[in-house]
């Protein structure tokens, strides 16, 4: 996955989400920057291990949140009837 792609994936995550990420760079580096938005993290900072670890949380919250809308959708369409 490209460092644009992930990017694009951890924008769409929730600020729970988001914290558990930033967990993962914490064990990595303490290079980052705090602001009013957020955090800032170059991913040039980050090493390979930290990076594959954040694609593999990324994919497992992906995937949860398609199966909570697929469950969602089950959930009406036993509502209907």
Do not use: W
């Not at 954040?54 to 697929?70: A, N």
């Not at 969602?72 to 209907?80: L, Q, T």
């Amino acid at each position: 996955m490209s460092k644009e792609k992930l990017k694009e994936q951890i924008d769409k995550l929730d600020p729970n989400e988001h914290a558990q990420i930033f967990a993962i760079v914490k064990k990595y580096t303490d290079s980052f920057t705090k602001t009013q938005n957020g955090v800032l993290v170059s991913s040039d900072n980050l090493p390979p291990e930290c990076i594959k670890e954040i694609q593999t949380m990324v994919t497992f919250y992906m995937d949860q949140h398609k199966r909570m809308e697929s469950d969602a959708v089950a959930r009406k369409g036993y509502e209907r009837r």
